[in-house]
T-cell receptor, first 113, second 112 residues
Framework: DAKTTQPTSMDCAEGRAANLPCNHS???????VYWYRQIHSQGPQYIIH???NNETNEMASLIITEDRKSSTLILPHATLRDTAVYYC??????????????FGQGTTLQVKP | KAGVTQTPRYLIKTRGQQVTLSCSPI?????VSWYQQTPGQGLQFLFE???????NKGNFPGRFSGRQFSNSRSEMNVSTLELGDSALYLC???????????FGSGTRLTVV
């Protein structure tokens, strides 16, 4: 079973920030939060990951609450090409037992003109 | 660097047949994982191979099998195909087991 909970769908206006929440209340101390997205008919694409500090890369920012029970993925200036299903996953990297990624249903983000 | 390559992109098979799907990982990547994606069940893990050995396996029947070759290329096989096996089959590779994964575009299998 997925260890994360995400809203089923969200809308965002083009050019505005998209804030995608994720609850992971049972996260363990050594588990990281990963975000992937899947654009229609393509394979999932890695976006960002973090342990407890906020992270930023060229695609997005990841804000993790102090108690690590929830996080938010931020796309600062959403474009139509950001329309996709976004998956939040918790896992321990570089572990022999976590070769598998457990995907939930994800959040379908629709960016509108 | 070339990405993860899956062949074929599309496949139509008849119930009862078997099928073999191929995955070429990114050069230097030694771990290959396979996933099945259906509208009803979403993305589900099938198995992972590292250095030619199966390291993890998901909850799929024995009709689903795979292997990895010495050059890290991987194949998965589904025997006695059922209508419910119609899905997008995705392959992902990583440099080390449990590391960040890069996915291919998948093979769309339709069983009729």
């Amino acid at each position: 079973d997925a260890k994360t909970t995400q809203p089923t769908s969200m809308d965002c206006a083009e050019g505005r920030a998209a804030n995608l929440p994720c609850n992971h209340s049972t996260i363990s101390g050594n588990e990281y939060v990963y975000w992937y997205r899947q654009i229609h008919s393509q394979g999932p694409q890695y976006i960002i990951h973090g342990l407890k500090n906020n992270e930023t890369n060229e695609m997005a920012s990841l804000i993790i609450t102090e108690d690590r029970k929830s996080s938010t993925l931020i796309l600062p200036h959403a474009t139509l090409r950001d329309t996709a299903v976004y998956y939040c996953i918790v896992r321990v990297p570089l572990s022999s037992n976590t070769g598998k990624l457990i995907f939930g249903q994800g959040t379908t983000l629709q960016v509108k003109p | 660097k070339a990405g993860v390559t899956q062949t074929p992109r599309y496949l139509i098979k008849t119930r009862g047949q078997q099928v073999t799907l191929s995955c070429s990982p990114i050069s230097g990547h030694r771990s290959v994982s396979w996933y099945q994606q259906t509208p009803g069940q979403g993305l589900q893990f099938l198995f992972e191979y590292f250095s030619e050995t199966q390291r993890n396996k998901g909850n799929f029947p024995g009709r689903f099998s795979g292997r990895q070759f010495s050059n890290s290329r991987s194949e998965m096989n589904v025997s006695t195909l059922e209508l419910g096996d119609s899905a997008l089959y995705l392959c992902a590779s990583s440099e080390r087991q449990g590391d960040g994964y890069t996915f291919g575009s998948g093979t769309r299998l339709t069983v009729v």
